[in-house]
Every structure is written in C-alpha cells, then in structure tokens.
C-alpha cells in the first residue's frame, strides 16, 4: 500500500514537503509518480522518478516549482513544493508506475495512496 | 496529446450497458489505460493498453480501440459500477501523462 502525508494549509508563496511512503511490494524496482487533483477536476500527473531514481520527468507547470525524489532504503517518495498558488491546491497522490512489457518507460498508474490534501490560501 | 471523454455524463440503469468514449488528439496506438473513481477515493485501473484488464478487475469490463478512437463497455451494470471514469495516455519524450476530463455514471 502507498500512505502520503505531509499536506496541510499553506500561504501563496510557500513550501510544502509530501511524503510517501510505500509497503508490500519492491519499492525499488518501480517507477513512482505524484498525481493530484483539484476540487470537482479529473486527476493531473506532476511528476514521475525512475525506480532507481537516476531520471525525473515533470509536467511542464511546475518544472523548477516542485522537485520529486525517493529513497529506496526507505521505501519513501517525496515531493518538495515551493512558491505554491492557489491553483496547486488539490488532493495529492502517490501512484506506482506500470512498464509495459518491452518498454522502459512508464505509462500508466496500478497502484494508488488516498492522498494528502494541500490547500493553498491566505 | 488531449484525450476527450464524451459523453460527460451518462444515465443508466443497474443491468443495462455502458458504453464510454476515449478520443486521442493524436495517434497513441494502444497505450490507454482506464481508470474508475468513486467519491472519497483515489481512481483505480481497470485497463490498460486499451484492452488488458488490469489484476482483480470483473469480467464485465471490457476496453477496445487504437489510434485515436478507444472505448470502455461495462457490459451489465452492477450498483458498484456508478462512478467517474476517466482515460488516460502517455506520449512523447520526456514523458507526459494526460487524464481525459471524465465521464460520470449515474443511476437513471
């Protein structure tokens, strides 16, 4: 299972640290991905890290405002959010990543947390 | 790549059968996933690669298509079926993951 924490209420400009953390399957050998969702909208994909966490993929809006990373010793993934808007306000998720076979890459999402809510306001 | 779910919203009754639309801006061959989401809860995979029903997923579901047109039939509704739906792709390099905005199925 994935358990994220770390949401919480945060002014417009500031920063947030989620965490993740996973059990129950080979964390380390599993593409990991952040995906949130605002309030009453379809899911949004933010960013994903390989399984050994040497390549990190952003959706364009927020390269260089978040940062993911993992640490296998720990089975934990986190997201560091800085210069947070209002729009960032949403239900994050934690998701493993599905490689097809043949393939290197992840596309899709089998395995979801219940989220961590991050609401941003002043 | 844009995905467009239509239609938004479907009304039906608990036995009859659904039939959901996925439509890619683009050609992304078979690489679309579907996922259920029901209030209160994260979404959960019910396809992937337009056709693979993904792990514990009943037989009921079913995903076809490639290309650009896909579909997800849900062929005799059960009262745990009503829920939103949504399709998702990856494309490109670096990767991007897109969500269709959604399809909600509600009780008639």
């Known amino acids: 299972q994935l358990v994220e924490s770390g949401g919480d209420l945060v002014q417009p400009g500031g920063s947030l640290r989620l965490s993740c953390t996973a059990s129950g399957f080979a964390f380390s050998k599993y593409w990991m991905s952040w995906v949130r969702q605002a309030p009453g909208k379809g899911p949004e994909w933010v960013a994903n890290i390989k399984y050994d966490g040497s390549e990190t993929f952003y959706a364009d809006i927020e390269k260089g405002q978040f940062t993911i990373s993992r640490d296998n010793a720990q089975n934990s993934l986190y997201l560091q959010m800085s210069s947070l808007r209002v729009e960032d306000t949403g239900v994050y998720y934690c998701?493993?990543?599905?490689?097809?076979?043949?393939?290197?890459?992840?596309?899709?999402?089998?395995?979801w947390g219940q989220g961590t809510l991050v609401a941003v306001s002043s | 790549t844009m995905l467009t779910q239509s239609p938004a919203t479907l009304s039906l009754s608990p036995g009859e059968r659904a039939t959901l639309s996925c439509r890619a801006s683009?050609?992304?061959?078979?690489?679309l996933a579907w996922y259920q989401q029901k209030p209160g809860q994260p979404p959960r995979l019910l396809i992937s690669d337009a056709f693979n029903r993904a792990p514990g997923i009943p037989a009921r579901f079913s995903g076809s298509g490639s290309g650009t047109d896909f579909t997800l039939t849900i062929a005799s509704l059960e009262p745990e079926d009503f829920a939103v739906y949504y399709c998702q792709q990856r494309t490109g390099w670096p990767p991007v993951y897109t969500f269709g905005q959604g399809t909600r199925l509600e009780i008639k």
């Open positions: 683009q050609n992304i061959y078979s690489f």
């Open positions: 998701a493993r990543g599905v490689v097809p076979r043949g393939s290197t890459v992840q596309y899709y999402f089998d395995l």
